[in-house]
């Protein structure tokens, strides 16, 4: 069951994980911060651990800490973020990074609909337009008024 609310919201929240993933993925957001859905379901498989006659649990933030540190093969998976980061570090944030926010929020919007875990004070979205965002407009011939 969903935080305030029923499993009939199950289809928001794919939707809603599908959104994230598709934000992540889309060649229309540049090539920053840019993971393909295999490689999203790759790391997922990699922040796995066992902890019960074949049940999983994710891995805690230490133990994700230690391997980017000290594991080559699991923090290869992420060397294309990590550039993003340091770009972004930089204060060159892509585009990417606001859509890939806003879809966040739209997953949170949908799994703790009354506030409950995520205040909505913490839910504002990152305006494109402060990103280092190409104009969507500057593709399109201009027109002069007539």
């Given at each position: 069951?969903?935080?305030?609310?029923?499993?009939?919201?199950y289809?928001?929240l794919?939707?809603g994980?599908?959104?994230?993933?598709?934000?992540?993925?889309?060649?229309?957001?540049?090539?920053?911060?840019?993971?393909f859905?295999?490689?999203?379901?790759?790391?997922?498989e990699?922040?796995?651990?066992s902890?019960?006659?074949?049940?999983?649990a994710?891995?805690?933030?230490?133990?994700?800490?230690?391997?980017?540190?000290?594991d080559?093969?699991?923090?290869?998976?992420?060397?294309?973020?990590?550039?993003?980061?340091?770009?972004?570090?930089?204060?060159?944030?892509?585009?990417?990074?606001?859509?890939?926010?806003n879809?966040l929020?739209?997953?949170?919007?949908?799994?703790?609909?009354?506030g409950?875990y995520?205040?909505?004070?913490?839910?504002?979205r990152?305006?494109?337009?402060?990103?280092?965002?190409?104009?969507?407009?500057?593709?399109?011939?201009?027109v002069?008024?007539?």
């Open positions: 069951m969903l935080v305030g609310g029923t499993t009939s919201a289809p928001d794919m939707q994980i599908n959104a994230v993933m598709d934000s992540f993925s889309d060649p229309a957001n540049g090539t920053e911060f840019q993971v859905p295999g490689e999203q379901r790759a790391i997922g990699l922040c796995l651990t902890i019960d006659a074949g049940a999983n994710t891995i805690g933030y230490a133990e994700f800490c230690h391997r980017i540190e000290t080559p093969e699991f923090s290869r998976w992420f060397d294309t973020i990590a550039l993003a980061t340091e770009s972004a570090l930089r204060g060159e944030i892509p585009a990417r990074a606001a859509v890939i926010q879809a929020i739209d997953l949170i919007e949908i799994i703790d609909r009354d409950k995520t205040p909505f004070g913490s839910r504002e990152v305006r494109p337009e402060l990103t280092n965002a190409p104009d969507p407009q500057s593709d399109r011939p201009s002069a008024p007539s």
